[in-house]
């Protein structure tokens, strides 16, 4: 439970919190580590000392998980549990906190916490605000960092490129802030007779029964409310259950367009000059219902996008997207940001080590995506080829860095993190596994993971499983290969190594002239890339390169 208090004058969040935090571990705990992000804006940060370049994306994204030099960070003004006041050490961006009495198995504890941070103007590329006229709000609120069956706890420092490990919970939140703020946050608003207007209500009603976008607050509307100071402040109350963040964001200039799809109510905020913002929400619609459809039913009763400074960032129910003038780039940070509704926030990978496992896997999904929405045209049915031209770029021989590197430990995150993976599950679909087979285990590993924690063995474990990878080898040790996935770093062994041009795998694909071919016997299938579909391209690599060295 969070109460806080937007200060627009100082652009202070002032907040007070109960976390009601049960150990569901066989462990006695003597202390819990909670996360304390805003310090990544304090003066003598990790991040600060580090100095990061910037991240840059192909398209000319550019992110700096840095504050710019803002100085900032999180005060805790109190730690509480049965009345006392705790035992606290902060490194950075974590806090060990000495628990009154051993917390046991199944045991509850009660913390009673206050504190106060300045908002950054540029919060390391996922959060900040624009003036005193946009707030777009995450990393927020003191957190219990996750403790696991693997390592413990899990107190590595946000430094950036890093993202984050969250243990899931049910949140009610309080946000106090000026009159003529329209908030939009995870969670569903409380106190709707509060909040929004008569006409706001019964246009949202309209928007709850329709698949086109519904005007909840007009351009027009939006511009008298930017001209217009209202006095006083109110308060908005949202629910939240099963989600492993909240965030939110507001202002007085938003444009609101809302529509659904299934009982999930699909929302566009933007400011009244974005471009072309007035289709994002149909891009919405559409990217919900193809994940729901393909991998798995969007399990909340929203999804918002916000239009703002931020380059592009998740959270459950809510997304930050920037304006951006090309509609198939404005498509593909709309629907790369709602991805990360199935990864990470349904199914919760380990981000700060396994970015692959959300970055990547939602890479992978945004292609299907994008060829979905603009199918028919150049860029739907070719942009998946990007995969092959990043290939040729940056999986230098003797430089590329293994898949599963740490986000902070990458030289080039924006390969590492998201265009490979995304390259190898592409082949793993086409080449190894056929389309059905991959879509049934990638299901499968969605539904068995959702509001969980897998590690990387847990996919690979459900993937081999549901596919049935190994069923019918003869000759297991023949798989023990060399032959990497375009030097991934995944261990390959479901690719044999023959002889030149020729390798093996139970796979579905047929056999080829060009590419691998099925002559050495002691597997049914082999695999082919390119896969036929897709050889008529000339920028693709012949079979050599991927499998048969
Ligand atoms: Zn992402």
Same mark, same amino acid.
């Given at each position: 439970?969070?109460?806080?208090?937007?200060?627009?004058?100082?652009?202070?969040?002032?907040?007070?919190?109960?976390?009601?935090?049960?150990?569901?571990?066989?462990?006695?705990?003597?202390?819990?580590?909670?996360?304390?992000?805003?310090? &990544?804006?304090?003066?003598?940060?990790?991040?600060?000392? %580090?100095?990061?370049?910037?991240?840059?994306?192909?398209?000319?994204?550019?992110?700096?998980?840095?504050?710019?030099?803002?100085?900032?960070? &999180?005060?805790?003004?109190?730690?509480?549990?049965?009345?006392?006041?705790?035992?606290?050490?902060?490194?950075?961006? +974590? +806090?060990?906190?000495?628990?009154?009495?051993?917390?046991?198995?199944?045991?509850?504890?009660?913390?009673?916490?206050?504190?106060?941070?300045?908002?950054?103007?540029?919060?390391?590329?996922? +959060?900040?605000?624009?003036?005193?006229?946009?707030?777009?709000?995450?990393?927020?609120?003191?957190?219990?960092?996750?403790?696991?069956?693997?390592?413990?706890?899990?107190?590595?420092?946000?430094?950036?490129?890093?993202?984050?490990?969250?243990?899931?919970?049910?949140?009610?939140?309080?946000?106090?802030?000026?009159?003529?703020?329209?908030?939009?946050?995870?969670?569903?608003?409380?106190?709707?007779?509060?909040?929004?207007?008569?006409?706001?209500?019964?246009?949202?009603?309209?928007?709850?029964?329709?698949?086109?976008?519904?005007?909840?607050?007009?351009?027009?509307?939006?511009?008298?409310?930017?001209?217009?100071?209202?006095?006083?402040?109110?308060?908005?109350?949202?629910?939240?259950?099963?989600?492993?963040?909240?965030?939110?964001?507001?202002?007085?200039?938003?444009?609101?367009?809302?529509?659904?799809?299934?009982?999930?109510?699909?929302?566009?905020?933007?400011?009244?000059?974005?471009?072309?913002?007035?289709?994002?929400?149909?891009?919405?619609?559409?990217?919900?219902?193809?994940?729901?459809?393909?991998?798995?039913?969007?399990?909340?009763?929203?999804?918002?996008?916000?239009?703002?400074?931020?380059?592009?960032?998740?959270?459950?129910?809510?997304?930050?997207?920037?304006?951006?003038?090309?509609?198939?780039?404005?498509?593909?940070?709309?629907?790369?940001?709602?991805?990360?509704?199935?990864?990470? +926030?349904?199914?919760?990978?380990?981000?700060?080590?396994?970015?692959?496992?959300?970055?990547?896997?939602?890479?992978?999904?945004?292609?299907?995506?994008?060829?979905?929405?603009?199918?028919?045209?150049?860029?739907?049915?070719?942009?998946?080829?990007?995969? %092959?031209?990043?290939?040729?770029?940056?999986?230098?021989?003797?430089?590329?860095?293994?898949?599963?590197?740490?986000?902070?430990?990458?030289?080039?995150?924006?390969?590492?993190?998201?265009?490979?993976?995304?390259?190898?599950?592409?082949?793993?679909?086409?080449?190894?596994?056929?389309?059905?087979?991959?879509?049934?285990?990638?299901?499968?590993?969605?539904?068995?993971?959702?509001?969980?924690?897998?590690?990387?063995?847990?996919?690979?474990?459900?993937?081999?499983?549901?596919?049935?990878?190994?069923?019918?080898?003869?000759?297991?040790?023949?798989?023990?290969?060399?032959?990497?996935?375009?030097?991934?770093?995944?261990?390959?062994?479901?690719?044999?190594?023959?002889?030149?041009?020729?390798?093996?795998?139970?796979?579905?694909?047929?056999?080829?002239?060009?590419?691998?071919?099925?002559?050495?016997?002691?597997?049914?299938?082999?695999?082919?890339?390119?896969?036929?579909?897709?050889?008529?391209?000339?920028?693709?690599?012949?079979?050599?390169?991927?499998?048969?060295?």
């Amino acid at each position: 439970m969070i109460r806080a208090t937007l200060d627009t004058a100082g652009s202070v969040i002032r907040g007070s919190e109960r976390i009601h935090y049960e150990n569901h571990s066989p462990d006695t705990l003597a202390f819990v580590w909670v996360q304390i992000e805003q310090n &990544i804006f304090a003066r003598n940060s990790v991040t600060y000392a %580090l100095n990061q370049p910037p991240l840059h994306f192909a398209g000319g994204a550019v992110f700096d998980f840095t504050g710019k030099g803002f100085l900032g960070g &999180i005060t805790i003004e109190r730690f509480r549990a049965i009345g006392r006041e705790l035992a606290r050490t902060e490194y950075g961006t +974590m +806090m060990r906190v000495e628990l009154p009495r051993p917390l046991a198995p199944h045991r509850t504890i009660d913390f009673e916490v206050a504190w106060h941070f300045p908002v950054p103007p540029y919060g390391g590329g996922r +959060m900040g605000r624009i003036g005193t006229r946009l707030y777009e709000i995450g990393q927020w609120y003191p957190r219990m960092v996750v403790y696991d069956d693997v390592h413990g706890w899990n107190p590595l420092p946000y430094i950036g490129a890093g993202e984050f490990y969250l243990e899931y919970g049910d949140f009610d939140v309080t946000l106090t802030l000026p009159a003529g703020f329209v908030v939009a946050a995870t969670g569903t608003v409380q106190n709707p007779l509060a909040v929004w207007s008569a006409t706001e209500r019964a246009r949202l009603a309209r928007a709850r029964a329709s698949a086109q976008r519904v005007e909840v607050i007009t351009k027009p509307e939006a511009t008298a409310h930017g001209a217009q100071r209202t006095p006083g402040t109110k308060t908005w109350h949202f629910r939240a259950s099963n989600v492993r963040d909240f965030a939110w964001a507001a202002s007085p200039d938003f444009r609101w367009d809302a529509s659904s799809w299934h009982d999930i109510l699909i929302q566009t905020l933007y400011r009244p000059e974005a471009t072309p913002w007035e289709e994002a929400n149909k891009m919405a619609w559409f990217t919900i219902k193809h994940f729901s459809e393909t991998w798995g039913r969007y399990p909340w009763p929203h999804a918002t996008t916000v239009e703002g400074l931020i380059e592009g960032m998740e959270y459950p129910m809510l997304t930050f997207v920037p304006s951006i003038e090309k509609r198939e780039d404005q498509y593909w940070v709309l629907t790369h940001e709602f991805g990360h509704e199935w990864f990470p +926030m349904l199914v919760g990978s380990d981000e700060r080590r396994y970015p692959w496992m959300d970055e990547g896997f939602n890479t992978f999904i945004d292609y299907g995506s994008a060829e979905g929405y603009f199918t028919g045209t150049v860029y739907g049915d070719t942009v998946r080829r990007e995969l %092959l031209t990043d290939d040729r770029v940056s999986a230098v021989p003797g430089a590329e860095q293994p898949l599963i590197t740490k986000p902070v430990e990458s030289r080039d995150l924006a390969w590492t993190a998201y265009q490979k993976p995304a390259l190898m599950l592409t082949i793993l679909r086409d080449a190894v596994l056929g389309r059905d087979t991959f879509e049934r285990a990638l299901r499968e590993y969605v539904r068995r993971w959702s509001l969980r924690h897998p590690q990387p063995a847990d996919f690979f474990r459900t993937i081999e499983n549901v596919s049935a990878f190994w069923a019918g080898t003869r000759s297991s040790a023949r798989y023990a290969s060399t032959c990497a996935v375009g030097r991934s770093g995944i261990p390959s062994r479901r690719i044999s190594s023959a002889r030149s041009r020729t390798c093996r795998a139970r796979t579905s694909t047929g056999s080829g002239a060009a590419g691998c071919t099925p002559r050495l016997g002691s597997t049914r299938r082999s695999i082919r890339w390119p896969p036929p579909a897709t050889r008529r391209s000339s920028s693709f690599r012949t079979g050599g390169r991927w499998c048969c060295r």
